[in-house]
């Protein structure tokens, strides 16, 4: 069956850089949208990063831009995402999502595959 696992978080200070992992199994081959999202206590969750696994063709949003940076195995079966200079309010716990479009970006309710989650605490 489909699935996603996410891996990598941890607890960093403030400047300092983590990378996730995020291993997907299961899907078919072709183009295939994936996105990084994260939700902190009390906050709506928020897409920080899409990534077409086919094309590695990449997008921000303008919170993360210049920090983070979405990438994939040539293969599509892991994409990654490192985070620098790490802030406070990047901490959340962060998810990857997988669909079936074969276009990036799309909308949150467009992703149908999501792991469980990586937690990811940056200190002051």
């Known amino acids: 069956q489909a699935r996603l696992v996410e891996s990598g978080g941890g607890t960093v200070q403030a400047g300092g850089s983590l990378r996730l992992s995020c291993v997907r199994s299961?899907?078919?081959?072709?183009?295939?949208?994936m996105g990084w999202y994260r939700q902190a206590p009390g906050k709506e969750r928020e897409g920080v990063a899409y990534i077409n696994a086919d094309t590695g063709d990449t997008y921000y949003a303008d919170s993360v831009k210049g920090r983070f940076t979405a990438s994939r195995t040539n293969a599509n079966y892991t994409v990654y995402l490192q985070m620098n200079s790490l802030k406070p309010d990047d901490t959340a716990m962060y998810y990857c999502?997988?669909?079936?479009?074969?276009?990036?970006?799309?909308?949150?309710?467009?992703?149908?595959?999501w792991g469980h989650g990586t937690q990811v605490t940056v200190s002051s």
């Open positions: 299961g899907f078919p081959v072709g183009r295939k949208c």
């Open positions: 999502a997988g669909s079936l479009s074969g276009r990036c970006p799309i909308p949150e309710t467009d992703y149908i595959i």
